[in-house]
């Protein structure tokens, strides 16, 4: 094996750990549960989101020299500082940290011990988390690096014997738009959000590599993609297949906690469902702790100093604890609204930044404009918040029942701010300059 060949393997399998969240084993099962026999359309559409996305999300970041700035500062410096804090929070202290304290919580400890309460797991999940994020040791990075593989390992046993020995069939559940679905429903996994983040990391450690090149960096990192994307297509797929075969099985309004729980213990019975349970409770508790450290370093680095690492980061993890009281369920229900505005966003730079450093910033700033605006009217509608003449004209908007009701409005706004750009630099000749006849 060549040194190029190892290296994106091992890039590729970075790429995968990093994504590879144990809260994110929720969706997948969930969706195949709810879509029944349209599980395969519902899966397409979860891997545009769940997958694609965020493997295109570190070549577009790749592209950008692995800056943040470089990649929302097209629209302005401020909205990418804007932008960077908002994901930092959303990965952070409001969703995805409150949640991996949550999931430990309903799969891994509730099914074992029933009777420790949501505050006292909470509170001992997330002391654990405040001392190891403020004293970092090797000791997380060891148990990381061995509990991904054991995890995989179970999940991979889970569904091949599930796909062998499917435990139920199939059933109609009459989702409409099922592609859609499966589509909006990715976003839950915020990872094309984190890609923005992650993709540092792995540009990073490939320059440590030798490959100092942009065309060898985006070669080697969109191959690690590939690797990546490949792995979580196969957890991802296989996961919502079971959750498909358990539409029948299980009552409609089991959680998704309970779901995934139920689905191991009926493949692998009470020793397969507390290996399952150990082992995602180990991994949630790394993701919180490199979580919780990144918000930290995030807001430390943000204020120059004046907010340092320490109190940012207990402020953080006592955040998390009381919002991860409220439950799994609570937690995604909050995240819809925020993820209906920032995901879109997320796409059109992404798709922007790849199609060429040729456009104008004027492209970026209306395509983003375009975008926010109905994106924020999406998410109103959403929570039920009526928004007048102006929500009923973006409703009727093409693609609108899909939730891409923001695609045209950005397009027509990117070109509109081009227009208005290129008028503005136009330079008439003046009168005065030309030559007498």
């Not at 195949?32 to 996305?53: A, D, K, N």
């Not at 498909?244 to 019975?269: M, Q």
């Not at 109103?380 to 939730?403: E, N, Q, R, V, W």
Request: proline share 5%; charged share 10%; net charge positive.
């Amino acid at each position: 094996m060549n040194n190029e060949r190892k290296d994106i393997i091992v890039a590729g399998a970075a790429l995968f750990a990093m994504f590879f969240g144990a809260g994110n084993l929720i969706f997948p099962p969930a969706l195949g549960f709810l879509s029944g026999t349209s599980w395969f359309f519902c899966m397409l559409g979860f891997f545009i989101t769940g997958v694609g996305l965020p493997i295109l999300g570190v070549a577009a970041l790749a592209k950008s020299g692995g800056s943040l700035d470089r990649f929302a500062g097209r629209v302005s410096p401020l909205f990418a500082k804007v932008m960077g804090t908002a994901i930092v929070l959303a990965i952070g202290p409001f969703l995805a940290i409150p949640r991996t304290g949550a999931t430990v919580y309903e799969i891994g400890i509730k099914p074992l011990f029933p009777g420790v309460s949501p505050l006292t797991a909470s509170i001992a999940f997330f002391a654990i988390t405040l001392f190891f994020a403020l004293k970092p040791s090797s000791i997380v990075d060891k148990i990381g690096k061995y509990l991904t593989p054991i995890l995989l390992l179970i999940i991979g046993m889970i569904i091949i014997k599930g796909v062998a020995s499917p435990m139920g069939h199939a059933v109609g559940k009459g989702l409409t738009q099922p592609l859609s679905r499966g589509f909006i429903e990715g976003y839950q996994t915020m990872d094309a959000l984190a890609s923005i983040l992650f993709a540092g990391l792995i540009l990073s450690a490939i320059t440590a590599k030798g490959y100092k090149t942009a065309e060898e960096q985006i070669k080697l990192t969109c191959k690690a993609g590939l690797i990546a994307g490949t792995g979580l297509m196969l957890v991802y797929g296989g996961l919502l297949y079971l959750g498909a075969t358990a539409s029948g099985t299980f009552e409609a309004g089991i959680s998704k906690a309970d779901l995934i729980v139920s689905i191991t213990n009926t493949i692998f019975g009470a020793a397969g469902q507390t290996a399952m349970c150990l082992a995602v409770s180990a991994a949630c508790l790394t993701t919180s702790i490199g979580l919780a450290a990144v918000v930290g370093s995030w807001f430390e680095k943000l204020t120059h100093g004046k907010l340092s690492y320490e109190p940012v980061v207990i402020v953080t993890v006592i955040f998390s604890a009381l919002i991860a009281v409220s439950g799994v369920e609570k937690i995604v229900n909050f995240s819809v609204p925020l993820l209906i505005i920032a995901y879109p966003i997320v796409i059109i730079l992404i798709a922007l930044t790849l199609l060429g450093r040729n456009l104008s910033s004027a492209v970026f700033k209306g395509a983003v404009t375009g975008c926010l605006i109905v994106s924020v009217f999406d998410a109103l509608a959403f929570l039920k918040i009526s928004t007048g003449a102006a929500g009923k004209l973006i409703a009727k908007l093409p693609f609108a029942d899909s939730g891409f009701a923001w695609i045209l409005p950005a397009l027509f706004c990117a070109v509109v701010m081009e227009l208005i750009s290129t008028s503005m630099h136009h330079k008439p000749l003046n009168q005065s300059t030309l030559p007498k006849s």
